[in-house]
């Protein structure tokens, strides 16, 4: 191996160990930001998808405004709605966003197994989930399930400065598939197809007004 070749792995695994050092941080210190170039993936109306940072001990009403995404009227009826909501919040995540990558990769079935190994409700490989201190028998446990794979999409979302579009390429082909590929989506079919799938479900399942979600929705999160 190249000397150049050498520093250039061991950058890469120095910035992956620095992303998955501690999960307690915020997720991004703005917003959940878009790369905005959809042209190879065919989406007529990408849209807009962002999520404002949510401040848990920072901003003013903030534990509030985590309860109601919780209670988005948008998820109701859902599957697994209150595991969901817990896990995400947990992470600082739109439960929102968390139903769309379980109904994208199991479509709500605890029970999945894919050809490839990656289990239950997030389709999770048990090398992922072990960093987390979840055991492949106990993948197929929802709230199991949900703890290690929101921690791990809420990893991503650090990993790559909050870049929804890459979190979500990490999350199907690996986060070492997009470093290889320059911090870009990998040129997988599967991947380039799975990212607009899930960004098509978000848009579908987020709230659409803030001032309605931060205010109206908050009593009804009580009832979770």
């Known amino acids: 191996m190249s000397a150049a070749r050498f520093c250039a792995v061991l950058a890469a695994c120095l910035l992956v160990s620095q992303a998955f050092a501690d999960d307690t941080q915020l997720v ?6 878009l790369r905005g170039n959809f042209a190879d993936m065919r989406l007529r109306n990408p849209g807009e998808y962002r999520l404002r940072e949510l401040r848990r001990m ?9 309860k109601a995404l919780a209670a988005n009227p948008l998820l109701a009826g859902r599957p697994y709605r209150k595991s969901i909501a817990a896990a ?8 929102a966003l968390v139903h769309a ?14 050809p490839s190994g990656a289990i239950g409700l997030m389709q999770l490989m048990p090398e992922t989930a072990s960093r987390y201190g979840v055991r492949a028998e106990d993948l197929q446990r929802p709230d199991s399930n949900l703890r290690a794979g929101t921690r791990y999409l809420a990893d991503l979302l650090r990993m790559f400065s909050g870049d929804l579009e890459l979190a979500l390429a990490g999350y199907n082909a690996g986060e070492y598939a997009v470093l290889k590929h320059g911090g870009r989506i990998p040129p ?7 990212v607009p799938r899930v960004l098509q479900l978000y848009e579908q399942l987020r709230p659409r007004d803030d001032d309605t979600v931060a205010g109206g929705l908050v009593e009804t999160a009580a009832k979770l």
């Not at 991004?28 to 930001?33: A, H, T, V």
């Not at 997988?188 to 799975?194: I, L």
């Open 28 to 33: 991004n210190p703005s917003q959940y930001k």
């Open 58 to 66: 920072v901003a003013p009403g903030a534990e509030a405004h985590l």
């Open 188 to 194: 997988y079919s599967a991947t380039r197809a799975y």
């Open 88 to 95: 995400a919040v947990k992470q600082n995540l739109d439960p």
């Open 101 to 114: 990558v379980v109904a994208a990769e199991s479509n709500y079935r605890a029970d999945a197994v894919s």
